[in-house]
């Protein structure tokens, strides 16, 4: 086969006419120190805060400091592999992370990716790690309670949809125990629930996952675990990532709650890159926006006005102290972040008071307003009472010898304390709660032994259910509590009592 020359030449002036110029700019800088998690990179001039960069062992970085002739960058994974000279390139891409029904009942890293072995996860949702939050004209006041089920939080500092109350407390008091009773308690409630853990052990929330599988809680529930053998990095944006996750629910119209365990590691893990960074260190060492990074991330929670579709995300930190002093930085700081703080006692804790809940610091700045109207009719002066009962009780201890009524306010105020104990992973519902508060607050177990009142409150509840069935229904389905309710609540402790003596 002969090729003529004017088919070549064809050819070529097609060829020649297709042809497009295409090169391609790729803007790369060269690492020129690396160590502890942070990467100082030369070059990048152009490069976006919070932007993701990508190393030549796969590791990504994350731009925290944009100095006149240098990027400063945390790592999101191993430095291993990575040296000086190195090239990094930029990925154009601001951090985000997945977020959708799909997370739910998965395990996640602070990166949305799933570590708990089941497999990909798979969403088209993503959302950017720092976002906006509602402001005043997109909110509106909260009003709906978010059931704990614990009697001493739901009696007297409820919770609402889009609040933000913190959980406060030495170590090993119980703050972890209260989140997991909460998770438990939205079984059937359509609340997401995103907990995030920071700076635990790995076997601390492996503990945590077995026993909401055991309560079937997963299914609704998100874990984001940056453990304590993650990078800095990966902790300082957990709960970033789950207030994304949350946040998806919230402007689908939908409501979920958002536990960050807990906010010291958070700030810790801030102030251990802050100072790798080379940012000018404040008090105790922290940066100087120390209060604005948990500020930003807990404005974003909220209720939602109507025309938003009315969606809420409830934020719940939790944050440790030491020797029981809530005047230190951090406490001080997301104190008067939150709507309100939930104190657990230490001193409480070991005299078997549990939840260990101090009732006379602890606040909800929300207050009736996120109550039931039945909870509120049992619940109205108990918080009162049982602050009075303790001062009364410091000062018998002194031996006075004291008036009738005095040792009265006593006696009621000791069985109210017993009354509120409550075994942990046990959530009582509204109508459960209800009952228990009214017998107490009225006086009914006033003659009943300190020793029998636990006792007392499971049986008489039994007896409820089974002889006078409409009190908790009508307590369920009405929220209230009517004249005639309490009318047969008070035949039904009277038929109770004369059935079962707890006198002895």
């Not at 059937?188 to 853990?197: F, G, L, N, S, T």
């Not at 970033?240 to 119209?253: I, L, R, S």
């Not at 459960?432 to 032994?449: A, F, M, N």
Request: with cysteine.
């Amino acid at each position: 086969m002969t090729l003529k020359p004017e088919e070549v030449s064809w050819v070529i002036g097609n060829e020649i006419e297709k042809y497009e110029e295409r090169s391609e700019l790729e803007s790369v800088g060269r690492v020129i120190q690396v160590g502890d998690g942070i990467a100082r990179i030369w070059g990048l001039d152009d490069v976006m805060m919070s932007e993701l960069l990508e190393f030549p062992n796969g590791t990504l970085g994350m731009v925290l400091n944009l100095a006149v002739d240098h990027v400063g960058a945390v790592l999101l994974g191993s430095e291993q592999g990575i040296k000086e000279h190195d090239v990094v390139k930029r990925t154009n891409k601001i951090i985000s992370v997945p977020v959708g029904e799909a997370l739910l009942g998965r395990v996640v890293n602070a990166l949305g990716e799933p570590i708990d072995g089941k497999g990909k996860i798979e969403t088209n949702h993503f959302r950017p790690l720092e976002a906006r939050a509602p402001n005043v004209v997109e909110r509106q006041p909260v009003n709906e309670p978010i059931q704990t089920g614990v009697k001493a939080i739901d009696a007297m500092i409820p919770i609402g949809k889009g609040q933000r109350e913190l959980i406060i407390g030495d170590r090993q008091t119980g703050k972890t125990t209260l989140i997991l009773d909460t998770i438990i308690n939205q079984k059937d409630k359509d609340v997401a629930c995103i907990y995030v853990a920071i700076g635990q052990k790995n076997s601390t929330i492996a503990k945590m996952v077995a026993i909401l599988e055991k309560h079937d809680a997963m299914k609704y529930t998100t874990i984001i675990a940056a453990p304590a053998s993650d990078p800095a990095a990966l902790q300082y944006i957990a709960p970033y990532a789950g207030v994304n996750m949350g946040e998806y629910f919230m402007y689908n119209g939908k409501h979920a709650i958002c536990f960050y365990d807990d906010l010291t590691k958070h700030a810790q893990a801030y102030r251990q890159m802050a100072l790798l960074l080379k940012r000018p260190p404040g008090r105790e060492a922290y940066p100087g926006d120390i209060f604005y990074l948990h500020s930003r991330l807990l404005e974003r929670s909220a209720k939602l006005n109507d025309e938003l579709g009315g969606g809420s995300l409830t934020g719940i930190p939790v944050v440790e102290t030491q020797a029981n002093d809530v005047a230190t930085y951090i406490p001080t700081n997301v104190i008067s972040i939150t709507d309100g703080q939930i104190y657990l006692e230490s001193d409480l804790f070991y005299a078997g008071i549990r939840p260990a809940i101090n009732v006379g610091i602890s606040a909800s700045r929300v207050g009736g307003k996120a109550q039931t109207k039945a909870m509120k009719k049992v619940a109205g002066s108990l918080r009162l009472d049982l602050a009075q009962y303790r001062e009364l009780a410091a000062f018998a201890q002194f031996g006075a010898e004291l008036e009738e009524t005095t040792l009265a306010q006593l006696r009621r105020g000791e069985r109210m304390v017993e009354i509120l104990k409550q075994d942990k992973f046990n959530p009582y519902p509204l109508e459960k709660q209800v009952v228990t508060i009214y017998v107490g607050s009225r006086g009914y177990l006033d003659d009943i032994p300190v020793a029998s009142v636990r006792k007392f409150e499971e049986e008489f509840y039994h007896f409820v259910e089974k002889e006078y069935p409409d009190i908790p229904k009508t307590i369920a389905n009405t929220l209230d509590l009517d004249p005639e309710i309490m009318k047969e609540l008070d035949d039904a402790v009277t038929q109770f009592k004369k059935k079962y003596d707890f006198s002895t």
